[in-house]
């Protein structure tokens, strides 16, 4: 098992990590955070907002269903969002830069340090 800051800092040897935290999505406050390229604090309450969003948009359509990630494209940058699997009402945000990550190996790493975090 892993805390919080031995799993941001497993998250930033991907390469093109820029930065990582962990977030309570209730109150949109980070847990932890490591790195730079984004402002955390806004992001963090930010991207509850698109949690919730989310959450919201599957209630409403009947799913019964869970999300894995989400995945923000942009320009330069990857934005990936994980609700932990471990504590409900968390997640995990990794920001890389596009043109030096690879896409899916930051995903199975997402993966796996979730499956170990420990609050």
Same mark, same amino acid.
């Given at each position: 098992?892993?805390?919080?800051?031995?799993?941001?800092?497993?998250?930033?040897?991907?390469?093109?990590?820029?930065?990582?935290?962990?977030?309570?999505?209730?109150?949109?406050?980070?847990?932890?955070?490591?790195?730079?390229?984004?402002d955390?604090e806004?992001?963090?309450?930010?991207? %509850?907002? +698109?949690?919730?969003?989310?959450? @919201?948009?599957?209630?409403? /359509?009947? =799913?019964?269903?869970?999300?894995?990630?989400?995945?923000?494209?942009?320009?330069?940058?990857?934005?990936?969002?994980?609700?932990?699997?471990?504590?409900?009402? %968390?997640? +995990?945000y990794?920001v890389?830069? @596009?043109?030096?990550?690879? /896409?899916? =190996?930051?995903?199975?790493?997402?993966?796996?340090?979730?499956?170990s975090?420990?609050?």
């Open positions: 098992m892993a805390t919080i800051r031995q799993t941001l800092d497993e998250l930033m040897t991907c390469d093109g990590a820029m930065c990582a935290a962990v977030v309570d999505s209730e109150s949109g406050m980070m847990l932890g955070s490591t790195g730079s390229g984004v955390l806004v992001a963090a309450a930010g991207n %509850t907002e +698109v949690v919730r969003a989310k959450l @919201k948009t599957m209630r409403q /359509l009947g =799913l019964n269903d869970v999300i894995e990630d989400i995945l923000i494209t942009l320009g330069k940058q990857y934005h990936l969002i994980r609700p932990s699997s471990r504590k409900e009402g %968390t997640f +995990v990794f890389l830069d @596009k043109g030096k990550s690879n /896409l899916a =190996l930051a995903r199975r790493k997402l993966q796996d340090v979730d499956k975090l420990t609050f």
